[in-house]
T-cell receptor, first 115, second 116 residues
Framework: DQQVKQNSPSLSVQEGRISILNCDYT??????FLWYKKYPAEGPTFLIS?????DKNEDGRFTVFLNKSAKHLSLHIVPSQPGDSAVYFC??????????????FGKGTLLTVNP | GAGVSQSPSNKVTEKGKDVELRCDPI?????LYWYRQSLGQGLEFLIY????????KSGLPSDRFSAERTGGSVSTLTIQRTQQEDSAVYLC??????????????FGEGSRLTVL
């Protein structure tokens, strides 16, 4: 049973436009959410995160929105740049309890930003 | 180096053979994690070390998998009697203790294992 779902395997956008990557989760114990970015032949790198006590977190061109009632989060990249082309993984964790070290990842969305 | 180092980067082995994967975390990082990514899947948690101890081994897929960490630094993941379904990229990550809570991990480039 997939607890973190990224239903779009791929997304293609034009340079300068907005990229919106979506993620849904099912486990109500998750209270911290992260996005990781992965280039080919490299390990994932942390991009941005959000706590469940917030509904928005912004860092430069990247903004993550959290809708707890819908168990949905999204990553907005604006403006998109060709260097943003990568696989984006959504991840979730619980911050209390015995397994707070464990991240649950989605399958990823391949973003392609066309010049 | 400054980042998490993993070796080998690629390993092709025959079914039934044992393999050992190595991870050298960032200096000073007490937390170390192993994940694996099978084709078309997300990252799957395997094991977590705090120092040399692993409080949670429940992510290891079977008793053919084992991991150890010595001296609070280097970790090895051993897969005995490899099977074709073990083929995946095995990713190691490390973090400071306070980053365990925030989930901000530093990943290596991974070891790609192919079992023929």
């Amino acid at each position: 049973d997939q607890q973190v779902k990224q239903n779009s395997p791929s997304l293609s956008v034009q340079e300068g436009r907005i990229s919106i990557l979506n993620c849904d989760y099912t486990n109500s114990m998750f209270d911290y959410f992260l996005w990781y970015k992965k280039y080919p032949a490299e390990g994932p790198t942390f991009l941005i995160s959000i706590s469940s006590i917030k509904d928005k977190n912004e860092d430069g061109r990247f903004t993550v929105f959290l809708n707890k009632s819908a168990k949905h989060l999204s990553l907005h990249i604006v403006p998109s740049q060709p260097g943003d082309s990568a696989v984006y993984f959504c991840a979730a964790k619980g911050r209390s309890g015995g397994s707070n070290y464990k991240l649950t990842f989605g399958k990823g969305t391949l973003l392609t930003v066309n010049p | 180096g400054a980042g998490v180092s993993q070796s080998p980067s690629n390993k092709v082995t025959e079914k039934g053979k044992d393999v050992e994967l190595r991870c050298d975390p960032i200096s000073g990082h007490t937390a170390l994690y192993w994940y694996r990514q099978s084709l078309g899947q997300g990252l799957e948690f395997l094991i977590y070390f705090q120092g040399n101890s692993a409080p949670d081994k429940s992510g290891l897929p079977s008793d053919r998998f084992s991991a150890e960490r010595t001296g609070g630094s280097v970790s090895t993941l051993t897969i005995q009697r490899t099977q074709q379904e073990d083929s995946a990229v095995y990713l190691c990550a490390s973090s400071l203790l306070r980053q365990v809570d925030t989930g901000e991990l530093f990943f290596g480039e991974g070891s790609r294992l192919t079992v023929l």
